[in-house]
């Protein structure tokens, strides 16, 4: 099983460009979230899931949307790149709720 | 504001000693605790958990201890070893709730 699996693991992007990070799990988990992590910073959730086409909104999603179309999948995209959004970004899935996260590998975006 | 808080950023202990790590938090409404354990671009790993109804909990080498009236937490690892340096992360979070609160990290080295 590959747990929890993040691409791509670097990307740098310029100021206003879009992307889309994909994090994909094989444990049939019903919990996906986003976290990202800044230095000096705690990681911070961004958005999470509760189930397949359900979303939500975490603590810092402001420049983020997010969409969970599979169980497997989450995807968190950027319309317009900031950077302020460079960071290292990690998902997470969990099988229900107050249940431990299963962190992936992260992906390091650096905005310029 | 950073409602989890690990004031020490580094410790570093002999291999064979005790290591403790200490965590702060700042919600009375917190009741469910967590250490997760990070090495270098990987992404965190769950170590223990303990929930408010209790005071200890204890797993191999690891114990996480909780005072709910100091709202403080710590982790101690005995004997500590080399594999055991990684940076260990604190969390937090409400019964029920979606979102787990992290704190900064304590990087962990472990001295041969």
């Known amino acids: 099983n590959a747990g929890v699996t993040q691409t791509p693991k670097f990307r740098v992007l310029k100021t206003g460009q879009s992307m889309t990070l994909l994090c994909a799990q094989d444990m049939n988990h019903e919990y996906m979230y986003w976290y990202r992590q800044d230095p000096g910073m705690g990681l911070r959730l961004i958005h999470y899931?509760?189930?397949?086409?359900?979303?939500a909104k975490g603590e810092v999603p402001d420049g983020y949307n997010v969409s969970r179309l599979k169980k497997q999948n989450f995807l968190l995209g950027l319309e317009s790149a900031a950077p302020s959004q460079t960071s290292v970004y990690f998902c997470?899935?969990?099988?229900?709720?107050?249940?431990?996260?299963?962190f992936g590998n992260g992906t390091r975006l650096t905005v310029t | 504001d950073q409602q989890v808080k690990q004031n020490s950023p580094s410790l570093s202990v002999q291999e064979g000693r005790i290591s403790i790590l200490n965590c702060d938090y700042t919600?009375?409404?917190?009741?469910?605790f967590l250490w997760y354990k990070k090495y270098p671009a990987e992404g965190p790993t769950f170590l223990i958990s303990i929930s408010s109804i209790k005071d200890k909990n204890e797993d191999g080498r690891f114990t996480v201890f909780l005072n709910k009236s100091a709202k403080h937490l710590s982790l101690h690892i005995v004997p500590s070893q080399p594999g055991d340096s990684a940076v260990y992360f604190c969390a937090a979070s409400p019964t029920g709730a979606n979102n787990l609160f992290f704190g900064t990290g304590t990087r962990l080295t472990v001295i041969p």
């Open positions: 997470a899935s969990s099988p229900f709720m107050g249940s431990p996260l299963h």
């Open positions: 899931s509760v189930g397949e086409g359900t979303t």
């Open positions: 919600n009375s409404m917190f009741d469910y």
